[in-house]
C-alpha cells in the first residue's frame, strides 16, 4: 500500500522558488484508496501551490483541521467552494473556542480561527466534531485526540489562552487531533503543532494502536523549547525508533538543527513543495 504525502505550504520555500510558503502548514496525502487534507495554511495561498503541484482538491474525500489556531485553518474559507458534496471536515472539540497569545508587555493577542461556525453553512460539507480519544475515518486511517501527558519535560506553553476576553484561562489544547496512518512499516503520525507535546502525543497513538511508529511529520512546537527539552526530544526520538523525522512549520531554527545532527539518516527537511513517498 502506497503512501504519498505532498506539502503544499509551509514556513520555508521551495528549492525552485515557484510557490507560495508562509508561516502555517497544510498537508496532502493519497493513502488506501482515500484523498486527504491536513490544515489549509493561513491565508489559502496552498491553494494556488495545489494548482502548481498538479493536486486537485476537488476530489479531497476528507479533510482534517488539527487545531483552531489561524495558521492552520485559516486557509479554510478558499478551500469549502472547491469541496465536494458531504465531504467530512474534522475539528477536535473545542475548535471553535477562540484562542489568544501573550505578547511582549502582557497584552494579548487574539491567535484563532479567523472565522466562525457560521463559515459552513452555505457549504453541503459535513462538519464533524471529534470528542473521542480514536476515531477511524478507513481501516487504516485513524484521528488521535485527548494525548496522554505523561512525559515529565512536556509543559504547557504558558504564552496560550482560551476563552472570552477578560475570561480568559491556560490553553491545554484539547481541541488538537492529529492524523495516523497504518502503513506496512509502522505508524505514520502527523501532527500540526503538538501544543499537548510530540513526545506526549507519538507515545499515546503508538500505545493506542499497538503499531510501531515509523515516522512523525509536520510541526512539533519546538520554537520555544530550551537546549534541554531539545536533547530530551531527541532521546525520546530514538528509543521511539523514528525511521522517518519530516518535521519543520514551529519545530523551530533550532529544533531542526538538533534533530538533523543527532538524525542524519532520518531528518528530511520537509518545506513547501516537498514530496514523502512510501
Not at 496525502?29 to 493561513?42: I, N, P, V
Not at 477562540?98 to 494579548?108: T, V, W
Not at 492524523?179 to 493506542?208: D, Q, W, Y
Not at 511508529?213 to 536533547?231: C, F, K, N, S, W
Request: charged fraction near 20%; proline fraction near 6%; hydrophobic fraction near 40%.
Amino acid at each position: 500500500m502506497t503512501l504519498k504525502i505532498t506539502t503544499l505550504i509551509e514556513n520555508q520555500p521551495d528549492e525552485a522558488g515557484d510557490l507560495a510558503f508562509e508561516h502555517g502548514l497544510s498537508l496532502y496525502m493519497e493513502f488506501a484508496g482515500k484523498r486527504l487534507l491536513f490544515d489549509t495554511g493561513q491565508t489559502g495561498a496552498f491553494v494556488d501551490n495545489a494548482g502548481k503541484l498538479s493536486v486537485d482538491l476537488a476530489t479531497l474525500d476528507a479533510v482534517v483541521l488539527s487545531h483552531g489556531h489561524y495558521d492552520h485553518s485559516g486557509g479554510l474559507a478558499r478551500l469549502l467552494p472547491l469541496l465536494p458534496a458531504n465531504v467530512p471536515v474534522y475539528v477536535g472539540e473545542g475548535f471553535f473556542t477562540p484562542k489568544y497569545k501573550r505578547i511582549p508587555g502582557g497584552s494579548f493577542q487574539y491567535n484563532g480561527n479567523p472565522f466562525p461556525r457560521e463559515i459552513f453553512a452555505p457549504y453541503p460539507v459535513r462538519l464533524t466534531e471529534l470528542g473521542s480519544d480514536v476515531a477511524r475515518l478507513a481501516p487504516e486511517i485513524l484521528l488521535f485526540k485527548n494525548f496522554a501527558r505523561s512525559c515529565p519535560f512536556e509543559k504547557p506553553n504558558s504564552r496560550f489562552y482560551l476563552g472570552a476576553a477578560g475570561g480568559l484561562q491556560p490553553d491545554y489544547f484539547d481541541d488538537e487531533i492529529a492524523l495516523g496512518l497504518l502503513t506496512g512499516k509502522g505508524l505514520v503520525f502527523l501532527s500540526g503543532c503538538a501544543h499537548p507535546g510530540i513526545v506526549n502525543m507519538l507515545e499515546t497513538a503508538a500505545e493506542r494502536t499497538g503499531v510501531p511508529l515509523y515516522a512523525v511529520i509536520g510541526g512539533t512546537h519546538l520554537v520555544d523549547a530550551g537546549e534541554e527539552r531539545l536533547q530530551k526530544t531527541a532521546e525520546a526520538f530514538r528509543t521511539l525508533g523514528l525511521s522517518w523525522i519530516a518535521v519543520s512549520h514551529c519545530t523551530g531554527a533550532r529544533g531542526e538543527e538538533l534533530l538533523q545532527d543527532a538524525f542524519p539518516e532520518q531528518f528530511i527537511r520537509n518545506n513547501t513543495g516537498h514530496i514523502l513517498q512510501l
